[in-house]
């Protein structure tokens, strides 16, 4: 069974399509980033994205069928991106997706953003196996799942404010750096001294699962101000205490909900699932305690239409009842806790 996968929440623009036999493969992706656009406005413009997508979506869409060697009446089903996201960006995708699965007679299944990221790490080649907790850490999202299957997931702890991509990006903002923030700091950071700046580590000993970044965001912004301007050299080091600020929080809360919750796999999921500080960190962290840290493919940590597909695939397989191409809405709101198996 081909599955044709669509992502367009937010600022790329991804097609894949997912083959559900033998064990299940993908057969093929492509990923169009608007990052260069929106860098001249320092952030994501919702107009601009929804009108990027509109024109990479038919292109990517020919050249994933072109380079597997696929062709439109040997797709099953269309999943694609319902939410959560930019109200435009996610219309583009969902209007795409039911009207060329009207146009061929198949089902479309409507897939939530941040399962498509829970499950990334399922497309890797050595994937984890349910029951698993997840750190999902995405965009605005920063959260603990205990996952026992597709569609189950028991919400451990959330970002309070800020979430730790917001954080990110703000504080790169902060310092200068282009948009996106946050993977520019991660390089930034590495040239920085680790014993130069020591920032406060927001919830460290709260007791609970949940996050606060907005006053580590404050400290940074407060110390920037005292410098005044800065060498090169006092901005990698800012970068480098905040980083090992949110690192920290991250690495010591994952493995607390990975212990409380009596397993032994932690999955790793998002944009900042890609930071090499954090994966560093928890993978000598967790050897230490006898935990398996999984992460998606470096190419699978931003958004993108490979865990669009795998997401609807997995929930066609399980699905008791089909939806018909034709109506739908979007949900730019969507609480990841809301979704059943």
């Not at 033998?22 to 919702?46: F, T, W």
């Not at 905040?242 to 009596?262: D, G, H, M, N, T």
């Not at 962290?285 to 006898?290: F, I, L, T």
Request: hydrophobic share 45%; charged share 20%.
């Amino acid at each position: 069974m081909l599955i044709l996968g669509i992502e367009s929440s937010c600022d790329e623009t991804g097609v894949a399509l997912y083959n559900t036999d033998a064990g299940g493969r993908l057969v093929g992706h492509a990923l169009h980033s608007q990052i260069i656009m929106h860098q001249a406005y320092g952030g994501v413009v919702p107009e601009l994205a929804s009108r990027d997508h509109i024109r990479r979506t038919v292109p990517l869409l020919r050249k994933v069928l072109a380079d597997s060697g696929c062709s439109l009446g040997e797709i099953n089903a269309i999943a694609y991106t319902q939410g959560p996201g930019l109200a435009g960006a996610l219309l583009v995708g969902a209007a795409f997706a039911e009207g060329l699965a009207a146009s061929l007679g198949i089902p479309t299944i409507p897939v939530h953003h941040l399962e498509g990221h829970l499950l990334s790490p399922l497309l890797s080649r050595n994937p984890p196996r349910f029951p698993f907790v997840a750190l999902l850490i995405s965009g605005g999202h920063s959260q603990l799942m205990c996952v026992t299957g597709v569609g189950e997931y028991q919400l451990l702890g959330d970002t309070l404010d800020d979430a730790a991509g917001e954080a990110f990006d703000k504080t790169g903002k902060l310092l200068g750096l282009p948009y996106p923030g946050g993977a520019a700091l991660s390089d930034l950071a590495e040239r920085g001294c680790s014993e130069a700046l020591r920032f406060p580590r927001p919830m460290l000993h709260s007791g609970d699962l949940n996050f606060s970044f907005s006053g580590l965001k404050t400290a940074v912004l407060t110390k920037v101000r005292e410098l005044g301007p800065m060498d090169e050299q006092q901005r990698a080091d800012i970068a480098r205490g905040f980083q090992e600020a949110i690192v920290e929080v991250l690495v010591k809360k994952s493995l607390s909900a990975v212990q409380e919750c009596r397993l032994k796999q932690l999955v790793v999921a998002g944009g900042v699932g890609a930071n090499r500080e954090l994966r560093r960190q928890l993978d000598a962290q967790a050897v230490k305690k006898g935990i398996s840290v999984f992460y998606p493919e470096f190419e699978f940590c931003t958004d993108n239409g490979a865990m669009i597909a795998l997401a609807g695939a997995l929930r066609f397989q399980r699905a008791t009842s089909i939806k018909p191409a034709g109506a739908f809405a979007v949900r730019p709101r969507w609480p990841l806790a809301e979704l059943t198996p």
